[in-house]
């Protein structure tokens, strides 16, 4: 077993293609900006526009071994050879201790991405000599499988060859791999192989050729590693971040004026490998790349579809759930329900807008909806007050937009009283109501609210008590239930109204902050926190405020000034002493400021309805937020490509930071475009 010889490497800031907005801004900006596109069951490709791995996560073909989760990383990305008349060019790019070799990056002219919801593609395009090579990536919708497909011209006569070489990884995805003396065991039958995981592991299935033609295409066995492969990314999270890959050798094939070449790797979860993988068609070569310019709304609908993804269950038909972030977020209850009316209700899903309800509410326990599901195993976390308040936001949305009154009766209805029973009567984790109607949770280790950045036994943004925007989503959810059941069960519906009722005329004593004419963040046994944080946006925002108009304006208007940025709303004003404008640095540091003024994206909808609602949806209200909202519009060119990162710096000029697509990101950004169209007449 070999390393590779690093020949030819370059070190340092190198010049990159241009023409392409996608591809300008040298290196840096090649690396900076980063694709992904998925298959439906919590799987993915993602990788760097310029081919260089930056993050543990990146790779070719990533599945879920227990849909979405579970997730295996196989094949990390591959290596290009290309001869013309003898001469040899590598398209690839891998960063070593800060040399990139090869130097493929150089030849690259054209780039293109899209995860349209029947056949995702990536698509590369490089110049070597007079040869033109465009390759594209292609997940299978449904299935654990990647698809790469080359296309190699050149004038009439020219002497063609190119071999591929891929790196496999063979981890969890959240995992890196280690040299080991020998190698992954391999089977090899023709161009077909089969490299496990160990004994006990998955399989991954490689093979090459071209329909009808596989005998043009040798498989050559190679086994070796390729060693320290660098994670910048990794790196500047300051985490582990190098890494070394396994090779099994090469496919290989040669022509005359063009050469045609496709690679496939299925991953196998199969207790006997029965996953051999079998002739099943993908895209035609020309994958429908062309037409018109897609406009924003049918840009961000794309953008949604990523995160709708199926659940594996032990018994009976998958069902759909929503992923909060990639690359390494499961499905997590509250940012589900936050997310669930931009990706399902505005797209018209609504059959799987109830299923996601359903999912959750089957796993309600002691009236709380689950936090999360755990990443392996079917373990279930609780520790959360919003979620559940989230789920009622959601489930009243899906029923108003789909009439389904029936799934409102039988399932959603009760599973929304359940949390409100449960809420009045005290459950887990202290959450509970108290006299005054208010909801009060927690302690001083807990981290029940979005804002529960917790690194060992710190507790970062410490709200126990109650939290305004609990509160604010308490009042709505009495009022949408007392409003959705007074038809069938009066009483109940009217005790809700009265808690409501109560919990108004605290909230209005207790949250309001006369000498900043704002609420405070969080109020407990007579103290009140006056950090001016963006959670009381919520009692503006929401359908059912406790607010009267002045004072809905003042806390607009406090958010404008101390909290508003072109990509969301900061978390805490600059002017407070905890504030940090940068999000950075090792877990510890990141998590300390993870609240503490780092800007969220999915903060624009709360906020856009908030001011729509103040000026009453005012056709001149709309178009201001529009334009308010195209800063976000244009990022979906920047950092993750065709999507909305999870959190911004706080600082100028607001580099993103965190996921680069974030599920609730996308929705209330969608939402938000949908809310501020002005109709013509």
């Given at each position: ?142 299935r654990d499988e990647v698809c790469i497909r080359y296309r190699i011209e050149g004038p009439p006569g020219t002497v063609l060859s190119f071999g591929l070489l891929p790196f496999l990884a063979m981890r969890d995805f959240h995992a890196l791999t280690r040299f080991f003396e020998g190698s992954y065991p391999l089977t090899q039958v023709d161009n077909l192989v089969a490299v496990d995981a160990f004994k006990t592991g998955p399989r991954v299935w490689l093979t090459a050729g071209l329909p009808g033609e596989q005998a043009n295409v040798l498989f050559e066995s190679q086994p ?94 998958s069902l759909t759930t929503i992923l909060a972030g990639y690359p390494w977020f499961g499905d997590w209850g509250r940012d589900t329900f936050i997310a669930l009316p931009g990706l399902l209700i505005e797209t018209g899903r609504l059959a799987e807008a109830r299923q996601v309800l359903e999912v959750f509410a089957s796993a309600q326990q002691d009236g709380l909806i689950p936090n999360r599901f755990s990443d392996y195993g079917d373990g279930r976390d609780y520790n959360s007050v919003d979620a559940s308040l989230w789920f009622i936001h959601a489930a009243d949305a899906y ?283």
């Open positions: 077993m070999g390393t590779a010889v690093l020949d030819n490497a370059t070190t340092g800031t190198m010049d990159a293609p241009s023409g392409s907005p996608l591809l300008s801004g040298g290196l840096e900006g090649l690396l900076r900006r980063e694709w992904l596109i998925t298959n439906g069951r919590g799987g993915y490709a993602s990788g760097t526009v310029a081919g260089v791995p930056t993050r543990r996560y990146h790779g070719l073909l990533v599945a879920a071994a227990r849909p979405p989760l579970e997730r295996w990383l196989f094949l990390s990305g591959v290596l290009e050879r290309v001869g013309v008349n003898g001469r040899f060019s590598e398209a690839a790019t891998f960063e070593f201790d800060k040399t990139f070799h090869p130097q493929g990056y150089r030849l690259l002219t054209d780039f293109a991405v899209s995860n349209n919801a029947e056949m995702p593609w990536v698509r590369f395009t490089y110049a070597i000599e007079d040869v033109r090579m465009t390759k594209r990536v292609l997940l299978a919708r449904d070796h590693w390729w060693r320290q492969f660098e994670h910048r990314q990794e790196a500047a999270r300051g985490l582990d971040h190098t890494e070394d890959l396994f090779v099994p050798g090469w496919f290989k094939t040669t022509g005359t004026g063009s050469v045609e070449f496709e690679f496939r790797a299925v991953a196998d979860f199969t207790p006997d490998f029965s996953g051999r993988p079998e002739p099943r068609p993908f895209a035609s070569a020309d994958v429908a790349e062309g037409g018109k310019a897609a406009t924003e709304e049918e840009r961000l609908r794309e953008a949604a579809g990523a995160f709708v993804v199926s659940r594996k269950r032990a018994e009976g038909p029923t108003a937009a789909s009439g389904d009154d029936g799934c409102w009766r039988d399932k959603l209805g009760p599973a929304c009283e359940r949390v409100v029973e449960a809420f009045l009567a005290g459950t887990r984790f202290n959450i509970h109501v108290d006299g005054d109607g208010l909801v009060a949770c927690g302690d001083a280790s807990t981290q029940l609210t979005w804002m529960d950045a917790k690194c060992g036994d710190t507790v970062f943004t410490p709200r126990q008590g109650k939290p305004v925007e609990i509160n604010a989503l308490w009042y709505n959810a009495l009022r949408l239930l007392s409003r959705r059941v007074s038809a069938y069960e009066p009483g109940r519906a009217s005790r809700y109204a009265d808690v409501a009722g109560r919990a108004e005329q605290a909230f209005r004593r207790v949250f309001w902050n006369e000498k900043c004419r704002c609420l405070y963040d969080v109020v407990r046994d007579g103290w009140a926190d006056p950090a001016v944080r963006p959670n009381q946006i919520l009692a503006v925002s929401l359908s059912y405020s406790m607010l009267d108009r002045e004072r809905q304006q003042a806390v607009l208007s406090i958010v404008e000034r101390q909290l508003l940025t072109p990509y969301g709303l900061r978390s805490l004003c600059p002017r407070h002493p905890a504030y940090a404008g940068r999000y950075q640095g090792n877990p510890y540091q990141r998590d300390s400021v993870y609240h503490q003024g780092t800007v969220w994206a999915w903060l624009m909808g709360p906020y856009v309805e908030a001011y729509l609602r103040v000026h009453d949806f005012s056709p001149e209200a709309k178009r201001k937020m529009r334009q308010l909202l195209q800063p976000l519009i244009n990022h979906l060119d920047d950092a993750g490509i065709g999507s909305v990162s999870e959190i911004f710096d706080g600082d100028p000029p607001h580099t993103p930071r965190g996921c680069i697509a974030q599920a609730w990101s996308v929705s209330e950004l969608l939402r938000a475009w949908r809310m501020t169209e002005v109709v013509a007449g």
